[in-house]
């Protein structure tokens, strides 16, 4: 896409969703990181249905070490990998208090720092809870990269750089959540919603039906 076609995919984008936002529940800093370390390979969904039990016993976290690590997996248990995200979690709060006064950092290198923590968890970090124009490249976003012709790259990293290269400095900032969103939801692994799409006159995407527009 040459930069008008990029601009036109994103200004779809946003109007068909203004402010978009993630869809994990928190409420603090440290209830989106750990929101964010339970998603791995897991939904929204399970990570909410989780958390919304664990924040009301333990949301610092103090209170999550003084839960205990048992405790805390009889928790997480219902979501996939708990046993290594919960030994995670652990060493993560014990650094967060002993290295960052109980904070959440707002710096790249103190965020992979954290056992678990690599970067695309700190991407969504800095996008959701600092304000950064960072874009955390997921299975939706890597998919959507390469399919549209948006960033074609054949690793996470080179869809992440292609992104921050090409996609215009004034939807960076919600950029991370339009094409989630829209790889969630309509441009699916399996059978793309291309007829629904709002930008599908502007894709790539060789197999659509392209009797429709």
């Given at each position: ?51 919304n ?17 048992a405790?805390?997996k ?45 970067r ?78 709002v ?6 995407y ?8």
């Amino acid at each position: 896409m040459n930069l008008q076609q990029r601009e036109l995919f994103f200004k779809r984008l946003q109007q068909q969703n203004p402010l978009p936002a993630t869809e994990l529940i928190y409420h603090s800093h440290f209830e989106l990181l750990i929101a964010v370390l339970l998603s791995a390979q897991s939904t929204d969904i399970a990570v909410n249905k989780a958390t919304n039990k664990l924040f009301t016993i333990a949301n610092t976290p103090q209170d999550i070490l003084v839960l205990g690590e048992a405790e805390l997996k009889s928790y997480i248990r219902t979501i996939g990998l708990y046993n290594s995200k919960a030994r995670h979690i652990m060493k993560t709060c014990q650094r967060l208090i002993d290295d960052f006064s109980g904070q959440v950092p707002d710096d790249r290198k103190a965020l992979e720092s954290l056992p678990g923590v690599g970067r695309k968890t700190a991407n969504v970090i800095l996008n959701c809870a600092f304000g950064h124009p960072t874009i955390a490249v997921d299975t939706h976003i890597f998919r959507l990269g390469n399919r549209t012709g948006l960033a074609p790259g054949k690793t996470v990293r080179e869809v992440e750089e292609a992104l921050m290269k090409n996609v215009p400095e004034a939807f960076q900032l919600h950029a991370h959540h339009w094409l989630i969103l829209h790889g969630r939801y309509t441009c699916t692994a399996r059978k793309p919603l291309c007829q629904e799409c709002v930008v599908a006159n502007l894709c790539r995407y060789r197999t659509k039906n392209r009797q429709t527009y």
